[in-house]
């Protein structure tokens, strides 16, 4: 006996049963703020990536009789922490804050 999440019937005698497995490549980008890249990396490490429990067969289109098994993902690789830029105030109005990517990533301002 195959298993299979396809339903058959009478109607189905005769018909072959396929199986074809996809590999697909994910890539998922998220930023976080963080006092330095050390903090960033644990912070990634430890809140970040794919949450598993939603890997499910509901990413997957399932018509006309095509059924889906199994879906995974594997972790493979990942790119170094970029600093992508500072959150500052503006000089003009305190109460307006933004990223600037101008800034650097460490100054003589920065708390440790």
Avoid: C, W
């Avoid at 074809?20 to 903090?39: F, G, I, N, S």
């Amino acid at each position: 006996m195959t298993d299979t999440n396809i339903i058959i019937t009478k109607n189905d005698v005769g018909k072959n049963l396929y199986r074809k497995t996809t590999y697909y490549t994910l890539m998922v980008t998220q930023d976080v703020l963080a006092k330095d890249k050390d903090e960033a990396d644990n912070l990634f490490i430890d809140n970040g990536g794919i949450n598993h429990s939603e890997i499910t067969n509901q990413i997957t289109d399932q018509n006309n009789g095509v059924e889906t098994l199994f879906v995974d993902a594997d972790y493979q690789d990942s790119s170094n922490t970029d600093y992508i830029g500072k959150v500052v105030e503006d000089p003009s109005d305190e109460d307006d804050i933004y990223i600037d990517d101008l800034e650097p990533e460490f100054n003589t301002n920065d708390k440790e």
